[in-house]
């Protein structure tokens, strides 16, 4: 018997309780892994908290992302003692996830630990880290270049936008750093590398279909009137690396940034990322994180706490990266 966090719903509310569970009630899959570490994210908070209706069937372990050792493997890949990381795939909305001391999942959603990593480690970056290092990516292949201008990015204190400000400082990019939570975060979002901080209120407005050029590159995490602004502002030429919908899934903006200065669109997509392209952002996202962010940026909780940072973290009280260790 081992310990997970398993969400029930009882007259459509969902409950969080942290229970004994075995490994014959896991799922199936290729893969059984002693989970040392998982994280929480903000879909994780809204499928703990119920908020999001994320889950559909119950009862579910969450948990989107998680590191370990593998324990048992009926694919050739993986070893008994082999250090493995798993973000994405569905696994903690339809396949239960990492926020339990075991997990059994499929061979190919797991990506190997890369040598200069551990589990603590592959966690505080996790799928937030991962998604940020993809954005930034895009926006290089697009050919935004440090010298161009500034790249702004929106929900800079959450998972996505703290590692976003980190690597694109990191790499030699002006960053305007953009969050709701100026007066408790600015401090650190400047430590992370950020030139200049700016309230959420700027960019939620009713903006022109053209406003004056500002953003050579965004990365944004937030949608609605947040993105439609900085589209609005964007540079000729510019692009923006989209990735979330913390400010709800609309886009109230028009036609003209794309046709009349050229701005590109980029939608990032860690869940479903194909492995190459996962290995390649583990590998450049430890090469350029500095010591620091793991100091800054993060903060540990035990699997009892889930259910309370889970709230903390809807309400967009939580700064940075949360470790869970199992």
Known sequence: ???ALVLT?????????????????????????????????????LAVTGVGRIIRNFPMV??????????????ERYKAGDKVILTGWGVGENHWGGLAEKAR??????VPMPANCDAAKAMQIGTAGLTAMLCV???????????DGDVLVTGASGGVGSVAVT????????????????????????KLGASEVIERSELEIDSRPLEKQRWAG??????????????AQMQYGGAAAICG????????????????RGVNLLGVDSVSCPFEKRQTAWEDVLKLLPASYYQDACETIALAQVPEFAQRIIKGQVTGRVLVKL
Not at 13 to 38: F, H, K, M, R, Y
């Open 1 to 3: 018997m081992f310990n």
């Open 9 to 45: 719903q009882e007259e459509k509310l969902t409950q969080a309780n942290v229970c004994q569970i075995s490994e014959a009630d896991l799922p199936e899959g290729e893969v059984l892994v002693d989970v040392a570490c998982s994280s929480l994210n903000y879909k994780d908070g």
């Open 62 to 75: 969450p948990g989107i992302d998680f590191a370990g050792t593998v324990l048992e493997s009926s694919d």
């Open 105 to 110: 999942v499929k061979a190919d959603w797991l």
């Open 137 to 147: 990516q895009a926006l290089q292949q697009a050919g935004i270049k440090p010298n």
């Open 167 to 190: 690597l694109l400082a990191q790499l030699g990019y002006r960053v305007v750093a953009s969050s709701g939570r100026v007066e408790q975060n600015g401090t650190l979002l400047t």
């Open 218 to 231: 965004v990365v944004d995490t937030v949608g609605n009137k947040v993105l439609a602004t900085a589209l």
């Open 245 to 260: 919908l913390a400010g709800g899934f609309a886009l109230p903006t028009t036609v003209m940034p794309f046709i009349l």
